[in-house]
C-alpha cells in the first residue's frame, strides 16, 4: 500500500500536482525501495518522451474552410437594404423639413403673410411652419421620435387636409397656398413609414417566446 501512494505522488511530481504527502516522506522511501525507484525512473522516461515528442503533421484546411463558407452571411443583404431604406427615409424628411421652414421665411423677413395676412398671423403661421420642419428634423436625427411625432403631425395633417380641400372648393383659398400643404402631409406620410420601420425592427428583436398577443 505504501508503494502505491509512493508511485502516485511521483506520478503527482512528474506532472507538477501536489504529492499528497511530504516531500522528504517521499525521497526517504524511494531511496530505500529500489522497486518505486525503477518505476519512477521508468515514468520520468515515459513522460519526458511523450513531452518532447514531434507533432502529428496537421493539414492545411484554411482554404478548404474558407471556399465552404457562403460568400455573404445569411441576411447581410436584406439588412443592408432596409439600412439604405431607413437612410433615404431621413434625408427625404430632411428635405421636406427645409423646404417646410422656407415657407415661413418670407414672413419673418418681411412680415407679410400668404392672401395677405395680418403682420401677427402671418409671424403666427411662420412660427408654425418652423416648428412642424423642427419636428421633421427631429425624427430625421432620432427615428426613435417618429412614434411621438406622429400624434402631433398626424392629426394636424387629418383635420388640415378636409378643410383645405373645403376651402379650395369655396374659393376662400388660393391653389398655390393649398398646394403648400403637400409639404406637411408628405412629411407625415415619411414619419408614419418611419415609426411603422422602428416598430417592425422592435419587434423583429423580441424572442417568440417574449411577444404578448394582441
Known amino acids: ?5 509512493v508511485r502516485e505522488a511521483v506520478s503527482a511530481r512528474l506532472d507538477g500536482e501536489p504529492l499528497g504527502m ?26 519526458r518522451r511523450a513531452r518532447i515528442a514531434s507533432s502529428a503533421s496537421i493539414p492545411d484546411l484554411t482554404a478548404t474552410i474558407l471556399s465552404a463558407l457562403p460568400r455573404e452571411l445569411p441576411g447581410a443583404r436584406t439588412a443592408a437594404r432596409a439600412q439604405l431604406a431607413g437612410l433615404a427615409l431621413r ?3 430632411v428635405t421636406v423639413a427645409l423646404a417646410q421652414a422656407g415657407l415661413a421665411w418670407p414672413a419673418l423677413v418681411s412680415g407679410a403673410g400668404a392672401m395677405s395676412a395680418p403682420v401677427h398671423m402671418a409671424h403666427e403661421s411662420a412660427a408654425w411652419n418652423l416648428a412642424v420642419a423642427a419636428a421633421f428634423l427631429a425624427v430625421a436625427a432620432g427615428p426613435r421620435l417618429a412614434a411621438g411625432a406622429l400624434a402631433f403631425l398626424g392629426s394636424f395633417a387629418l383635420l388640415l387636409a378636409p378643410l383645405t380641400v373645403a376651402d379650395l372648393a369655396a374659393g376662400h383659398v388660393h391653389a ?16 408614419a413609414a418611419v415609426a411603422w420601420r422602428g416598430a417592425h425592427l422592435r419587434a423583429a428583436r423580441v424572442p417568440d417566446a417574449q411577444r404578448v398577443p394582441a
Open 22 to 47: 511530504p516531500a522528504g516522506e517521499l525521497d526517504d522511501h524511494l531511496a530505500g525501495c529500489p522497486a518505486c525507484t525503477g518505476w519512477a525512473e521508468a515514468a520520468a522516461l515515459v513522460t
Open 176 to 191: 398655390d397656398r393649398a398646394a403648400a400643404h403637400l409639404l406637411l402631409l408628405t412629411g407625415t406620410a415619411i414619419v
Open 91 to 93: 434625408v427625404a424628411l
Open 1 to 5: 500500500m505504501q508503494c502505491a501512494r
